[in-house]
Every structure is written in C-alpha cells, then in structure tokens.
Nanobody, 117 residues
Framework: QVQLVESGGGLVQPGGSLRLSCAAS????????MGWYRQAPGEQRESVAT???????NYADSVKARFTISRDNAKNTMYLQMNNLKPEDTAVYYC???????????WGQGTQVTVSS
C-alpha cells in the first residue's frame, strides 16, 4: 500500500516562498510519475507540475518560471519550490503518484497554501 504525506504548506505574504514536500511509502516511487495538483475553493482540481521517472518536468502556464518540481528517488520524496507566490496560488496542494505499470493512482491528504497580506 502506498501512502503519500505532504508537508510544508502555510501562510505566506505575496512575493514570498514556500517549499512543499511529499514523502512516499512503499517501493514503487522510482517507477512512478509524480505530480502536484491544487484545488481552490469552488474550483476544480488542476495540475500544477509533474515530473516523470526520467526527470522530465511539465508546468502549468500560471506557475512557469516561479515553481520548480523535483524528486529525490533515494529519499522517496518529491518537492515543489514555490517562489514569488501570488494570492491566486492559494489552494490545497495535493501530491499524486502514478506507477508506470498500473492505471491506479494515489493521492496525499493535501496541504493548505494561503497567500495573503
């Protein structure tokens, strides 16, 4: 069974930075694509950034040049460095894991990010 635990959320002023972490249990991290998604109140969940097993990254247009996704296979951990945060970045951020050999995917419990002065 895979468990994903996010951490690093919080309250930050506009222009500030946060670093989110997602720690995965189990042994399939290295063979899984990983991603960060977010959901604001009243909105649908949207993809923020993804990183493949080989390190290929993709970003939503709204976060390009501000956010950086990375993964450390030795630590079974994924990160999201968020810089120059804006109020519209306020949302619950979720970690996602998709094994390359299965259609099943896994979600973390989410971590709140609030950008406000």
């Amino acid at each position: 069974q895979v468990q994903l635990v996010e951490s690093g959320g919080g309250l930050v002023q506009p222009g500030g930075s946060l670093r989110l972490s997602c720690a995965a249990s189990g042994s399939i991290f290295k063979v899984s694509a990983m991603g960060w998604y977010r959901q604001a109140p009243g909105e649908q969940r949207e993809s923020v950034a993804t990183v493949g097993t080989g390190g290929t990254t993709n970003y939503a247009d709204s976060v390009k040049a501000r956010f950086t996704i990375s993964r450390d296979n030795a630590k079974n951990t994924m990160y999201l460095q968020m810089n120059n945060l804006k109020p519209e970045d306020t949302a619950v951020y979720y970690c996602n894991l998709k094994p390359v050999f299965s259609a099943r995917e896994y979600w973390g419990q989410g971590t709140q990010v609030t950008v406000s002065s």
